[in-house]
């Protein structure tokens, strides 16, 4: 799993996996969600909102929306190694780069261009250099000095040398959605200059290389990662969560391609089931509904596992969406401030780990930890975290963007600050409520690129003209929609 910096063991991550808007489409609809007699219906038309400057979308003001989308996009242009052009895993709090932030700042960059926040040679320049440090940066088994091994990258790296933070692992969903970015710039960038054409090769290269059934250490699913000490770490991506990306990549390598079979066993352990009045594959934190939707556009598109449902995997993450709203509504924990408009659990910074007692109750409060409420999964302390409604603006936007919105007219600048909302907070915890004073890349990342694919569907629809990332969704068994269609890239 991808988490920021945090104190989590891999055994206690592994026992999580087991454990469009609103279809306002014309897209046809069944009980379950989507009609699946006609595949040929499942492709739905475009959700782009028009938005002029003064106008209110679902209650919320649009200029609300855009400043919201360019302070995130700043904390990506601006917190960065200018060494080696990697990320920050938070701010202002300094202590190493990730490679898994580097992936969402790639699409940021490219927001950034549509936007007309930086020129489009600004950003070609950023993505030529993000890459070709990757390229060159030493790859190789010593757990010293490497910043990864057989294409794959290490969590953290240090600042400067780009080497190794600590005794991080190799992961590979980190690695995943770090070439999920490196594959959206090489298809964004179709010009014929000498910087545009150096990113597709770079990105070709990269991609490439990255020996995705070497992770697969001879098991039918793969291992989240490997420490030179010690080997591959026994935990197994198994079942429906975020590293839905990571078994794309892996089946659309051309070079070192996962096993065909490998997409059905993965499936094979989802969780469905029943959480407040939503059916769907259960996962706990919002992140693992958001991440791989942040790059692939899923809306109706069917794997076999769904067409066996009825639905899709967006249609999924909508229902996920709006179950962890409908929990946090009903607030089994009586925890200070939730309702309608503040709510949304999933991987975030917390305010201590301590025990206190607060009205007669224990609560045990967290540091950073993957919080979520799903089907057989609760970890919830109280903490709030924006970023998962605004990971899911796509799906459910009337709900996502007003508790945006009212969580940031609430709380004002002690929570929306200069790139926009800080990590999380927990009014429960002492009397004038604890407010992270960390901005976290990978939650930074699911507001501007969700924000943008509702808008405009920008990266869905730069991601759709990449073979590799079609050529994986093929091989899952993934069929109808804009699948079906002929891809128009110019490479």
């Given at each position: ?32 969600g989507?009609?699946?007699k ?22 919320v ?101 780009g ?30 200059n ?54 794309v ?23 469905w ?13 919002l ?25 899709d ?69 109280g ?86 990332i ?22």
């Amino acid at each position: 799993m991808v988490f920021s910096s945090r104190n989590l063991n891999f055994k206690t991550i592994s026992l999580t996996l087991f454990v469009i808007l609103i279809y306002g489409f014309n897209y046809p609809m069944n009980g379950n969600g989507l009609d699946t007699k006609n595949e040929d219906t499942l492709s739905p038309p475009s959700n782009t909102p028009s938005i002029a400057s003064d106008s209110l979308l679902y209650g919320v003001p649009s200029d609300f929306i855009e400043d919201l989308k360019q302070r995130t996009f700043n904390y990506f242009w601006e917190v960065v190694d200018t060494k080696t052009w990697q990320t920050d895993d938070r701010y202002p709090s300094r202590s190493f780069v990730s490679v898994a932030a580097t992936g969402f700042a790639l699409p940021a960059y490219i927001i950034g261009i549509h936007n007309n926040y930086i020129t489009r040679e600004q950003g070609a320049e950023r993505v030529h250099n993000v890459l070709e440090w990757l390229w060159n940066a030493p790859q190789g088994d010593e757990p010293e000095g490497m910043t990864g091994h057989r294409g794959f990258f290490y969590h953290f790296l240090n600042y400067e040398t780009g080497t190794r933070y600590k005794q991080v692992e190799l992961s590979t969903i980190d690695t995943a959605l770090l070439m999920a970015g490196i594959l959206t710039a090489q298809s964004y960038f179709d010009g014929n200059n000498s910087t545009e054409t150096q990113i597709r090769e770079l990105a070709d290269s990269l991609y490439q290389r990255v020996e995705w059934n070497w992770a697969m250490n001879g098991n039918s699913t793969m291992s989240m990662g490997w420490h030179p000490e010690s080997g591959f770490i026994e935990s197994q991506w198994e079942g429906y969560d975020e590293s839905m990306i990571l078994m794309v990549l892996g089946l659309g390598s051309p070079t070192h391609p996962i096993p065909d079979e490998s997409w059905e066993v993965w499936t094979s352990t989802n969780k469905w089931a029943d959480f407040y009045g939503y059916e769907h594959i259960n996962f706990g934190p919002l992140f693992g509904h958001q991440y791989s939707h942040m790059f692939i556009d899923f809306r109706g598109i069917q794997d076999g596992y769904m067409r066996e449902k009825g639905i899709d995997y967006f249609e999924n993450s909508r229902r996920a969406t709006l179950a962890n709203r409908a929990y946090c509504i009903d607030n089994p924990g009586n925890f200070k401030g939730y309702g309608e408009n503040i709510w949304g659990l999933t991987a975030s910074d917390g305010p201590a780990n301590e025990t206190k007692t607060i009205q007669g109750k224990t609560v045990k409060f967290h540091t950073y930890t993957a919080r979520g409420a799903a089907s057989g999964y609760i970890v919830d302390d109280g903490t709030i975290v924006p970023t998962a409604a605004g990971g899911s603006v796509p799906f459910a936007p009337e709900e996502t963007l007003n508790a945006l919105y009212t969580m940031k007219e609430t709380f004002g600048d002690k929570l929306y600050a200069e790139y926009g909302f800080l990590d999380a907070f927990n009014l429960t915890y002492q009397e004038n409520g604890w407010f992270n004073p960390d901005y976290i890349g990978i939650d930074q990342g699911p507001i501007i690129i969700q924000l943008e694919n509702y808008q405009t569907e920008l990266i869905w629809n730069t991601l759709k003209e990449n073979k590799y990332i079609r050529n994986g969704l093929i091989k899952a068994g993934f069929k109808g929609g804009w699948i079906n269609k002929k891809m128009n890239t110019k490479h």
